[in-house]
């Protein structure tokens, strides 16, 4: 291989190195926001009160079948049936975003407060511990408030890990 050569392929990889190279930066910096620590934090409390909401939907769903005379719902039934709740006005979705945009927002001010005490102890040199506790509080609130939604669904087999949870809170 001469000179020549290897400066030839040098300058095309130049190039496709170059090639697109906004479009290259863009998804760089969209890549490094999503794998972010902070934006994870952000998008599992976003789906830990995703999925308290669905699973109060299942509960207040089981609590109108069982109105309607329906026996022991399974729990498909009830996800089933929470069109039927809601049709029925049991389940009022604009009264579950209200409260779940709500949280979110409160999740997100206890985290950075939090944060600003973890920011204060480390420039004090103690140690920092206000974040982890803050939400691991959060999330074992939530992980609660699905189990509880659950069990109220019908889901007896979790009454014992609710009591274990509220004992460690």
């Not at 009022?92 to 409260?99: G, L, V």
């Amino acid at each position: 291989m001469d000179l020549q050569t290897v400066l030839n392929a040098m300058t095309h990889a130049g190039n496709k190195i170059f090639e697109l190279f906004s479009f290259k930066i863009l998804m760089a910096a969209v890549l490094t926001l999503f794998l972010h620590k902070h934006f994870i934090l952000f998008m599992g409390f976003i789906l830990l009160v995703f999925v308290d909401c669905i699973t109060k939907w299942v509960a207040i769903s089981y609590e109108f079948l069982k109105e309607k005379g329906v026996e022991n719902p399974s729990i498909l039934a009830c996800i089933k049936g929470t069109k039927t709740a809601r049709k029925a006005g049991r389940i009022n979705s604009s009264t579950m975003k209200e409260r779940g945009i709500g949280k979110i927002a409160i999740y997100v001010i206890c985290a950075f407060v939090a944060g600003v005490g973890d920011l204060m102890m480390h420039i004090l040199n103690t140690p920092t511990w206000m974040v982890s506790l803050v939400i691991g509080y959060m999330v074992v609130t939530e992980v609660l408030s699905v189990i509880e939604n659950l069990s109220d669904a019908g889901v007896d087999v979790l009454d014992k890990l609710i009591g274990k949870l509220k004992g460690r809170l």
